[in-house]
């Protein structure tokens, strides 16, 4: 076989498809292999350079191949689709992303450690928390309207609204019992968040970067945390603009025929970082004085949408001491 300078690699749960090339361009390896092969199979090849799609898993199995010496690349799905050039099965996005990998300027996902996976499981499971306890009191409202008990909106309604439930005397015994254990569940829910939360704070504490960044105004603990967890190292980007691109806080380009044409944001990097600068971005800036006058004539939101990129442009040099412009 000749000597393979580069694989690209489609991964699933249990099989594997391979595409080689050697030095001349031309396919030398076509190849499926099952989960428990793999590992033998690139433990026997000489050291090349492996690509991957980026996806839940190839954090895992990059690591793993590293250790076996080969290089590893991640690219983002939507960069390896582009060279498809026909059809949807596996042979065909290995391929795919064997092309992919070649070109100069390609940008590449940085491959993330297990400590690394295990801060951003933290983040994940805190999401999951707030999305149950959200459903729970809605759940909670809506029976309880039933009943003719309501209480204003806010987090805070929700333990008063359980007190007068439990002490209605006219609520049917079914109704009450089950009230109680949707109290019951509620509490379990509140208490799992608050350690989940005293973790993030842990890590924030412990973490210089993730204490300057939360001298922002509107960069709090926990999201000054997910700004440690989730951004790639500061080197990665040229410049703070394309900072604010991966965060998807700049607009679309439309532009045609030269004429300049914006739309709305791209909204192409993390979603919960992104949502998390957004509501920092809109409470925050109610304290801005010459933004008064913005909001007044575009409205709340299109101000601190404005506003957005350049915060991002802001926290880029505070995330990259050392940089220029920090």
Request: net charge positive; proline share 6%; aromatic share 6%.
């Amino acid at each position: 076989m000749d000597q393979i300078i580069r694989i690209g690699m489609d991964t699933s749960k249990h099989v594997f498809q391979l595409h080689g090339v050697n030095a001349a361009e031309e396919p030398v390896l076509r190849k499926k292999l099952r989960r428990q092969d793999l590992i033998t199979f690139f433990g026997k090849l000489p050291p090349t350079v492996v690509a991957l799609e980026a996806c839940g898993g190839s954090h895992h199995w990059a690591r793993l191949l590293q250790s076996l010496g080969h290089q590893v690349k991640l690219i983002a799905p939507q960069l390896a689709k582009p060279y498809v050039k026909r059809g949807k099965n596996d042979a065909a996005d290995a391929e795919a992303i064997c092309e992919a990998m070649s070109r100069p300027t390609m940008r590449f996902v940085p491959v993330k450690t297990a400590d690394q996976q295990a801060a951003l499981m933290l983040v994940g499971v805190r999401d999951r928390l707030i999305r149950q306890r959200t459903q729970l009191i809605n759940v909670i409202r809506g029976y309880a309207a039933e009943f003719g008990l309501i209480a204003p909106t806010g987090l805070c309604r929700v333990g008063p609204l359980l007190d007068r439930v439990k002490t209605d005397e006219t609520l049917p015994a079914l109704a009450r019992e089950l009230f109680e254990m949707q109290a019951t569940e509620y509490a379990q829910l509140q208490a799992r968040l608050e350690e989940i939360e005293d973790r993030l704070m842990a890590s924030h504490r412990a973490h210089e970067i993730s204490r300057r960044l939360a001298t922002i105004p509107g960069v709090g603990p926990i999201g000054a945390a997910m700004l440690v967890m989730k951004t790639p190292a500061p080197e990665a980007f040229r410049s703070a603009r394309h900072f604010a691109a991966w965060l998807g806080l700049t607009p679309k380009d439309h532009s045609t025929a030269g004429k300049v044409r914006h739309g709305v944001i791209t909204r192409a990097g993390d979603e919960a970082l992104r949502s998390v600068l957004v509501v920092g971005a809109t409470g925050s800036s109610g304290s801005c004085g010459a933004a008064s006058v913005r909001r007044l004539r575009r409205g709340w939101w299109r101000c601190s949408s404005a506003s957005r990129p350049s915060w991002s442009r802001w926290r880029w040099p505070t995330r990259s001491p050392g940089l220029p412009g920090s």
